[in-house]
């Protein structure tokens, strides 16, 4: 009696174990599926900008990709011919491509420096979630995941001791938390753009006749609330205005400009 209760008794931690497992098969699932949609999109808009020095103007490597480089080498040619605006969009771009580069770091503080902008406020926080990318991040987010998850099915089975194994499952969903978190902090909003034109006031109405609310630089960052014909409403840090379409530019081309 006493050995089918404990047979019994194991198959049912066998079993709940396998339950949970299951569970977080499916949870993780739809984890990294969210966090692919968190991520930034690639950079598929042509880029409109002076021709580089072999005479193309896109930020297409010879690969036909994207790369920071690449971008790099777009807005210099666009800070040549007098564009900050436009240098500091596919500067953003390639911040996102390489996160630790010092070289896209210096770039982008020149042209800031040649609009007269400042960069957008960001915390200690967000400086250290700097140090990686939103896709790095999500991949630690990921491990800490498979980490909690294991360490539930050797809970569920009663192996490698129960203060080990929650430590595991506590650690493993310390490290999903950060990693989740950082790469949300660290990927930019689809509403994020910059003010590409030449300065020029935003508007309080969706029309050029409209009163002026206020002065927006070139490379100034704001943030699309939304849009009507062809003006957008934008968010900056004096208020809300209205700007023409052809003006704004998101770092991460999508959505942002439809109405």
Same mark, same amino acid.
């Given at each position: 009696?006493?050995?089918?209760?404990?047979?019994?008794?194991?198959?049912?931690?066998?079993?709940?174990?396998?339950?949970?497992?299951?569970?977080?098969?499916?949870?993780?699932?739809?984890?990294?599926?969210?966090?692919?949609?968190?991520?930034?999109?690639?950079?598929?808009?042509?880029?409109?900008?002076?021709?580089?020095?072999?005479?193309?103007?896109?930020?297409?490597?010879?690969?036909?990709?994207?790369?920071?480089?690449?971008?790099?080498?777009?807005?210099?040619?666009?800070?040549?011919?007098?564009?900050?605006?436009?240098?500091?969009?596919?500067?953003?771009?390639?911040?996102?491509?390489?996160?630790?580069?010092?070289?896209?770091?210096?770039?982008?503080?020149?042209?800031?420096?040649?609009?007269?902008?400042?960069?957008?406020?960001?915390?200690?926080? +967000?400086?250290? /979630?700097?140090?990686?990318?939103? $896709? *790095?991040?999500?991949?630690? #987010?990921?491990?800490?995941? %498979?980490? &909690? =998850?294991?360490?539930?099915?050797?809970?569920?089975?009663?192996?490698?001791?129960?203060?080990?194994?929650?430590?595991?499952?506590?650690?493993?969903?310390?490290?999903?938390?950060?990693?989740?978190?950082?790469?949300?902090?660290?990927?930019?909003? +689809?509403?994020? /753009?910059?003010?590409?034109?030449? $300065? *020029?006031?935003?508007?309080? #109405?969706?029309?050029?006749? %409209?009163? &002026? =609310?206020?002065?927006?630089?070139?490379?100034?960052?704001?943030?699309?609330?939304?849009?009507?014909?062809?003006?957008?409403?934008?968010?900056?840090?004096?208020?809300?205005?209205?700007?023409?379409?052809?003006?704004?530019?998101?770092?991460?081309?999508?959505?942002?400009?439809?109405?």
């Amino acid at each position: 009696m006493n050995r089918r209760i404990q047979t019994n008794t194991g198959n049912g931690h066998i079993a709940r174990g396998r339950v949970v497992a299951v569970a977080l098969a499916v949870l993780m699932a739809l984890l990294t599926a969210t966090a692919a949609r968190a991520e930034p999109a690639p950079v598929t808009a042509p880029v409109t900008v002076p021709a580089l020095a072999d005479g193309s103007t896109s930020a297409h490597d010879r690969g036909g990709g994207y790369s920071a480089r690449a971008l790099v080498a777009a807005a210099d040619a666009a800070l040549a011919a007098g564009h900050p605006g436009a240098a500091i969009v596919e500067l953003e771009r390639a911040r996102l491509l390489a996160p630790r580069s010092a070289a896209v770091a210096s770039h982008l503080a020149h042209a800031r420096e040649v609009a007269s902008v400042s960069p957008a406020p960001g915390g200690r926080a +967000r400086r250290l /979630a700097g140090l990686l990318s939103g $896709s *790095e991040w999500s991949g630690l #987010a990921l491990a800490g995941l %498979a980490l &909690a =998850a294991a360490g539930v099915v050797l809970l569920s089975w009663g192996a490698g001791g129960r203060r080990r194994t929650l430590g595991l499952v506590m650690g493993g969903v310390a490290v999903a938390s950060l990693g989740f978190l950082a790469a949300a902090e660290v990927t930019p909003s +689809r509403q994020d /753009a910059v003010v590409v034109a030449a $300065s *020029e006031p935003a508007r309080i #109405a969706p029309f050029p006749a %409209a009163e &002026a =609310a206020f002065p927006l630089p070139e490379g100034a960052a704001v943030s699309v609330v939304r849009a009507h014909g062809d003006y957008v409403l934008v968010s900056a840090a004096d208020g809300q205005g209205w700007l023409p379409r052809s003006s704004v530019e998101t770092i991460l081309p999508g959505s942002a400009h439809r109405p």
